[in-house]
C-alpha cells in the first residue's frame, strides 16, 4: 500500500491516480483506527496532537535536500508513519482546480520536514488562507514563519538590542542604504554617525539572509569599510540593503595556533495548547543539544592578510577550498572532548575543565536568552499551532576567554562530511525526532524504534 505513496511515486501518473490512492489509503485505514483510537493518548509536553484516532498510520513528506534521507530514515524507524505524496505537488497538476483542490489534499500529510519553507509554495498559501479564516494549521512543519527575527544578520542584532543583550555579541552596527542612491565617497559620513573607527578591523556581512561565507569580508578602517559596502551595493539590484559592521575579534582563543568557532543546536517548538494560557506559561519551549562541535581554520591565525579566508572564516564552504581539508579525515573539526584535551595539553594541565565549567554555561545562556528574544520579537507571529524549527548557534571566544555569539541559522547542514559528524548528526535527528514526534505522538505505537538515538538518553536539555 505505502509504496504507491512514497514520495510522490504517484504523481507522474496525474492527479487522478493519486488521488484515488490517497481514498484507498484511508479506507484500509480506518479499521485499523477504529481499533486502537481509544487506546493512544496524545497528551505531551508540545502539544501536538495527531490524528492517529482517525487514521491507523500517520503520513510524512520529506523534501529533497540537506540530507533528507537522513529525516526519511528517522520516520522508517517509527512503525505507525508512512510516507506521503506531497500535496503541492499534487495540486499543481489539477490546473484550475485551486484552492478547491488543495483543500482535498490538505490532509495528505500529518508532518512536512523541507529545507526551506519557501519550498511549500502555493500548499502555504492555501493553509495561511485557512488560518485567517480561524482553521486549525493541519500539518506539523519543521518552520516557522518571521523566522528572519534570528536569522537575517541585520535582524539579529536588532533583536538583541530589544531585549537589551548586545553583550552577547561583538560590537555590532546595522547599515541600511538604498543601493541605488549610493555613490564614491556616500558611505563614509554615514560610517563615522555610527562610531565606526579607523584603524579597528572589521567584518561586513550582508545583513540579509546568506550564509556559507557568501559576501563577507574584512577591512581595516573605517574608509576600507565604505569601500567595501559601496563596491557590494553596486552590485545590488534590491532597493534597499543592509550589512553588519562587527568589530572583529582581532584576539581570537586559538587552538594550535588557528582560529575556530562552534556550531550548538537549539531546537524550538510552538505548543499551541498555551497560547490562550492565561497563568503566563511561555507558548513556546526551547531546548539547547549537549552535543557541538569546533570548526577550525586550516591555516594559522594571522591578521597580516585580511583577505585571506581559509584564515578567517571557518565555514564549511569556504575552508573546503582550502589545498588542507581533504588531508584531516575530520575536515578542520572537533569534538567537545578533543576541545578539553587541547587546552589541557597546550595551556596546562586541567584548563580543559573551563569547557563544562564556564564556557558550556555561557553557551547555555545566550541560547536562551536569544531565543527568548526572537519570541518577544515575533517568531511565529501567525501563530501557527503546529510548528517548530532547528537552530544552528555558532559561537566564539577571544583571548580573554569571553564567549560571544556570532550568528543564528535556520536549515542548519546535516550533511555527514567527516567521522565526528557522521556521529553527531543522526544522533541530533533523532533526538529532535523524539521531542516534536514521539513525545507529541506519545502512544507505544507510535515512539521511536528500539535502539534509535532518541527515547531516554535524548541529549536535549530544555531552556524554557
Known amino acids: 500500500m505505502t509504496r504507491n505513496l512514497r514520495q510522490g511515486a504517484c504523481v507522474a501518473k496525474g492527479a487522478d491516480c493519486a488521488l484515488k490512492a490517497k481514498t484507498c489509503t484511508r479506507q484500509r485505514r480506518g479499521s485499523r483506527s477504529q481499533a486502537s483510537g481509544d487506546k493512544q493518548s496524545h497528551k505531551s509536553a508540545t502539544a501536538f496532537t495527531g490524528r492517529v484516532g482517525d487514521r491507523g498510520r500517520l503520513a510524512y513528506y520529506v523534501h529533497k535536500g540537506n540530507n533528507a534521507n537522513l529525516v526519511r530514515r528517522q520516520f522508517r524507524h517509527r512503525a505507525s508513519w508512512e510516507p506521503a505524496v506531497a500535496p503541492w505537488q499534487l495540486a499543481s497538476l489539477n490546473d484550475g482546480a485551486g484552492l478547491r483542490s488543495l ?12 529545507q526551506y519553507r519557501s519550498q511549500l509554495g502555493p500548499f502555504e498559501q492555501y493553509l495561511r488562507s485557512r488560518r485567517r479564516q480561524g482553521a486549525q494549521w493541519p500539518v506539523l512543519l519543521n518552520h516557522f514563519d518571521n523566522v528572519r527575527v534570528l536569522v537575517h544578520k541585520s535582524r539579529l542584532y536588532e533583536t538583541l538590542g530589544l531585549g537589551q543583550i548586545q553583550s552577547l555579541a561583538p560590537w555590532t552596527r546595522v547599515v541600511r542604504l538604498v543601493p541605488k542612491d549610493v555613490t ?18 572589521y567584518i561586513v556581512k550582508p545583513g540579509e539572509s546568506s550564509n556559507r561565507g557568501f559576501g563577507i569580508r574584512l577591512a581595516r578602517g573605517v574608509s576600507e569599510v565604505a569601500r567595501t ?36 543546536y537549539a531546537l524550538l517548538v510552538f ?24 570548526r577550525t581554520a586550516a591555516s594559522e591565525f594571522s591578521l597580516a ?15 573546503k577550498t582550502g589545498k588542507d581539508y581533504l588531508k584531516d579525515p575530520n575536515r578542520n573539526k572537533l569534538s567537545l572532548a578533543d576541545f578539553e584535551e587541547i587546552l589541557d595539553s597546550e595551556v596546562e594541565p586541567g584548563a580543559g575543565s573551563w569547557v563544562h565549567e564556564s ?8 541560547v536562551k536568552q536569544t531565543l527568548a528574544a526572537g519570541v518577544a520579537a515575533g517568531i511565529n507571529s ?17 583571548d580573554a576567554r569571553e564567549v560571544k555569539l556570532i550568528e543564528v541559522n535556520d536549515n542548519p547542514c546535516l550533511e555527514q562530511v567527516c567521522p565526528l559528524l557522521a556521529e553527531l548528526i543522526p544522533k541530533l535527528v533523532a533526538d529532535t525526532m523524539d521531542i516534536v514526534l514521539d513525545r507529541s505522538y506519545s502512544g507505544a505505537e507510535h515512539s521511536a524504534a528500539p535502539g534509535s538515538a532518541g527515547g531516554t538518553d535524548n541529549g536535549y536539555q530544555k531552556l524554557f
Not at 483543500?103 to 523541507?114: H, K, P, R, T
Not at 564614491?184 to 578591523?201: A, F, K, N
Not at 510548528?387 to 544552528?392: A, D, P, R, T, V
Request: aromatic content about 10%; glycine content about 4%.
Open 229 to 264: 559596502i559601496e563596491h557590494a551595493a553596486q552590485k545590488s539590484k534590491r532597493s534597499e540593503r543592509s550589512w553588519i559592521v562587527q568589530e572583529y575579534i582581532a584576539r581570537p582563543l586559538l587552538l594550535r595556533r588557528r582560529k575556530f568557532d562552534v556550531r550548538c
Open 359 to 366: 564556557f558550556w554555561p555561557e553557551v547555555t545562556k545566550s
Open 184 to 201: 564614491p565617497g556616500s558611505v563614509e559620513p554615514h560610517l563615522r554617525d555610527l562610531d565606526i573607527r579607523d584603524e579597528v578591523v
Open 382 to 398: 501567525s501563530n501557527y499551532p503546529r510548528c517548530f524549527e532547528l537552530f544552528g548557534f555558532d559561537f566564539m571566544v577571544n
Open 305 to 319: 592578510s585580511l583577505g585571506d579566508r581559509i584564515t578567517h572564516l571557518t565555514n564549511d564552504a569556504v575552508q
Open 271 to 294: 505548543d499551541s495548547s498555551t497560547v490562550a494560557s492565561r497563568d503566563g506559561e511561555s507558548s513556546f519551549h526551547a531546548f539547547l543539544h549537549k552535543l557541538a562541535y569546533l
Open 103 to 114: 483543500s482535498e489534499l490538505a490532509g495528505a500529510a500529518d508532518m512536512i520536514w523541507c
